[in-house]
């Protein structure tokens, strides 16, 4: 028996919102243009590295995210919500965390109590200090600190820590708010070969639970992430892709890797 023929058409994929998405958003400082994208997203659970040279944008762009900075004209959205016009103290709590590129971390603390710090529902630096952790939080700290290896240190003071270490504070403490978003900025610099090889291996782990938005040079680094690219020059996008094929881009060779 011959099947009979269907006409029926297969249904469409429903859309997925992604996590982060910039629409035709420009951003100026006294008629200079710092950021001019047409369109910018970032998928639920990616890790997206962000590379181009001095001036290019990059950090404006996570300003534009976290509402540090206000945009000149678009729109952005988070989880698809648009976030334009809200406070970075509200996209925070949406679930935007932040990281420097210096660690701002408390010298004075131990780990443990920075790690107490950050934990969410806007604990006060008298509660943290003087109150107590529930056991809960207690197992979450203890569970982050061993997975970036500083569970033999979390009694020590941070301006005893390592440059390396510091960063691994950091964004232990990110982590341990529970954001949907990091926005991590330079995270290898001024790392050890080692430090570096540890620090794109946490990244990686946490690929399946957090969206990672990485800003980095160390193009060595970026090779460990093997994660889709982002190239801004002048503000702009330049070229997306893997990263042999953005350094393939000719484009992007004359404005940034070859120099």
């Known amino acids: 028996m011959v099947a009979a023929l269907t006409t029926d058409q297969p249904s469409p994929q429903t859309q997925i919102e992604p996590l982060v998405r910039l629409e035709s958003v420009t951003v100026s400082f006294d008629g200079f243009k710092a950021l001019d994208i ?15 040279p001095n001036g290019a944008g990059k950090t ?12 000149t004209s678009g729109k952005v959205f988070f989880g698809g919500v648009e976030t334009t016009k809200m406070r970075d103290a509200a996209i925070a709590r949406m679930g935007v965390g932040r990281k420097f590129q210096t660690p701002t971390v408390f010298d004075s603390l131990t780990v443990f109590e920075n790690m107490e710090l950050a934990l969410p529902n806007e604990r006060s630096v008298f509660r943290n200090l003087f109150g107590s952790v529930t056991p809960e939080q207690n197992e979450a700290i203890l ?22 270490q510091r960063q691994w504070l950091e964004i232990s403490m990110l982590i341990v708010a529970h954001p949907k978003l990091l926005l991590i900025d330079e995270p290898a610099a001024g790392l050890t070969d080692k430090e570096t090889e540890l620090t794109a291996e946490l990244l990686l782990e946490l690929k399946g639970r957090h969206t990672i938005i990485c800003i980095e040079h160390d193009m060595d680094f970026v ?17 997306e892709g893997t990263l042999d094929e953005v350094q393939a881009n000719e484009q992007v060779v004359e404005a940034y890797l070859g120099r």
């Open 223 to 239: 090779r460990r992430l093997n994660s889709r690219v982002t190239v801004l020059d002048n503000g702009k996008v330049l070229a």
């Open 38 to 52: 047409n369109a910018f997203s970032v998928g639920e659970s990616e890790l997206r590295v962000v590379i181009g």
């Open 143 to 164: 569970t982050v600190l061993d997975r970036v290896r500083l569970i033999g240190d979390m009694y020590t003071p941070a301006k005893y820590l390592s440059h390396g």
């Open 60 to 71: 404006t762009l996570c300003d534009v995210i976290s509402g540090k900075t206000r945009v």
